[in-house]
């Protein structure tokens, strides 16, 4: 319908006169949109549809936004990427917006308009069409309905033949990836079962959270169905999303912090690549250890955790025990026993390295002495018999143990000429001449640099076997407590402990004994005999730290005569014994001799016995006068009469 309209006409009644082809203006109301508002149910009707597809008209409006947990984001109703315009997810208020940079928002439609350039009020007419046409539209084209697969797939790439659920810990739908074999090749499509859109989440999930959350060591592997068969195998196995093409950076990793985590790649270069971006990715979410798996060499390209599972490889054995790279080594756990355990364990003992229990494997014993009191010398005739699997003053080996003795005080000649005065049994010689490995004069300290020259010392000596005893001679000219201090301080003494010298024997071999050889000081005669190990010098920690203390001490300056005591932690008491050196022979001697001034001591005895008799003669001349006396009262009444 069209009409004629008055320009400029004047007031009044108009003559035809007045009323001239050039004064019309034609207006045509036929494509003017409808006048009528929307009966209330088809407004709520559109805010339904709105919300049930929330997400993926929020992508559709704002293709640079992100959704963050419950929350969608963008910068603005114009599309700019950003943080100010927050649209709520979730709960009751779905669908509600509020840009806190103008203070704007909404619901669902107020969105619509706005980033339409609309008023949800003038416009609402248009605004209702333009939302209504774009509910219609399909999300995606779908193929004929199969009773089986009510899931969405595309049509370009056929039927998917495989798929995959992404769960959350509590076992929540959160994605599916699918497979299709379309002609050109297979395809995998992620779809974001909230936003009900074909596109990975983001973050995007790692596979088979419900057990990888309850897991304290999870294998890592490239794709789902690596990961399935090592499941099926009973092995806890996740993946990220799109496996060697993952995007590192968009995964979520942090559900395998604080677990021991192993990479198995598929090999071939890009499976590599996957497993080194994803260590890294696996250290920053604080994964307790990272190592990567190295496929055997003997595998076919590609070959993978589902290959080997498929052609009966051992996975478990190559899981435990095959090679790999350490990216983070782990923390050493803290080993408990339940009283149970102790009580049920009926296993053999391990045996002695040194009986009877002086040093037990994985042991540590420290050898103290006064300086000049031939600690170097017993050590050396004593280390000597044990290569040569030859008893020494008691002391019993297993069998010919290798003994690498790092000494730092005798140089080479000197250290030869004591050699050749140890007297061993002819039979055992040629035993003892592989099995003592020792070193000339050392001029260093055993730090970072000093434990990495010691290794590679050890390990050539025995290749295969490794070392059955550490002997280190002395202490004091090798130690190296780091920043803590010196060898008087408990800290840096346990840092020498623990960082060097565990480390070394950790390194050649865990089992090894340690021995300590390490200087006394002087104590008084009433301390020394309360606890002779006091004398060790230095801090106090190290002696909480060893299983055996052994002191040679010399009772009396005057005299050769030594007396060796020992304190077990790993065994009954053993007598201490005194010991001498006869002809470049060290023997056990008599231990009733009197040891200390002997002349002195006869006449110290003397006068006992004497005092002995004058007490006993008075307790008899008063009990025959019918007085009784208490221990107190005696000495009280007759003090100072013997």
Known sequence: MRTPSLASAPSGPASPSQIAPGNLVWLDFNDAPDQHALPEQDTEALRRGLLDRLEAALEYLFPAGKIRGR???????????????????????????????????????????????????????????????????????????????????????????????YRDADGQLIACVYRFDPPAGKEYRPWDVRARLWRAPNPRPLYNLPAVTRAREVVLVEGEKAADALVREGIVATTAMNGARAPVDKTDWSPLAAKDVLIWPDR???????????????????????????????????????????????????????????????????????????????????????????????????????????????????????????????????????????????????????VKAVRLPASRLNQARENLVATPHLKMVL????????????????????????AIDPIRNLFDGGDAGGENDNAAMLFFLSQRVERLRDAVNPDAGIILVHHTRKLG???????????????????????????????????????LIFELRNGPALPSMHVDKVGDEWLEVQASERLVMQDYGERLDAERRRKRDVIL????????????????QFAEAFEGKA
């Open 71 to 165: 929350q969608f984001f963008i910068g603005d109703v114009q599309g700019t990427p950003g943080k100010s315009l927050v649209v709520t997810l979730d709960g009751e208020h779905r669908g509600l917006w509020k840009d806190f940079a103008t203070d704007e928002g909404g619901d669902a439609i107020d969105l619509w308009a706005a980033a339409r350039g609309l008023s949800a009020k003038r416009d609402f007419p248009q605004l209702a069409e333009e939302i209504g046409r774009w509910l219609g539209q399909p999300e995606q084209p779908r193929s004929k309905p199969d009773r089986k697969r009510t899931e969405p797939h595309l049509d370009d790439l056929g039927p998917w033949t495989a798929k995959w659920d």
């Open 268 to 418: 071939d270069p890009p499976g590599w690549d996957y497993a080194e971006n994803a260590a890294r990715a696996c250290v920053q979410a604080g994964c307790a250890s990272v190592a990567i798996l190295v496929p055997p060499a003997d595998k076919p390209e590609k070959w993978d955790a589902a290959d080997a599972v498929t052609e009966g490889f051992d996975v478990k054995a190559f899981i435990a025990q095959g090679e790999r790279r350490i990216i983070k080594a782990p923390t050493p756990r803290l080993s408990t026993f339940s009283l149970g355990q102790l009580l049920d364990d009926d296993s053999p003992l391990p045996e002695d390295l040194i009986a009877p229990r002086v040093l037990t494997p994985g042991g540590l014993l420290v050898f103290g002495g006064a300086p000049k009191v031939g600690k170097s010398d017993f050590l050396l005739s004593w280390l000597a018999h044990m290569a040569a699997g030859s008893d020494f003053l008691g002391l019993r080996p297993s069998r010919p143990l290798r003994v690498f003795y790092l000494q730092a005080e005798v140089q080479y000649h000197y250290l030869r000429e004591r």
């Open 447 to 470: 730090d970072d640099e000093g434990v990495q020259r010691v290794i590679p010392a050890i390990e050539a000596a025995w290749p295969k076997a490794g070392a059955d005893i550490i």
């Open 525 to 563: 005669k009433r301390q020394f005999e309360e606890d002779p190990f006091q004398a060790l010098a230095g801090a106090g920690s190290l002696r909480g730290y060893y299983s055996t203390g052994m002191l040679l001490f010399r009772p009396d300056e005057s005299r050769t005569t030594r007396q």
């Open 617 to 632: 003669e008075l307790l008899f001349d008063e009990a025959a006068e019918g007085r009784v006396y208490t221990a107190n």
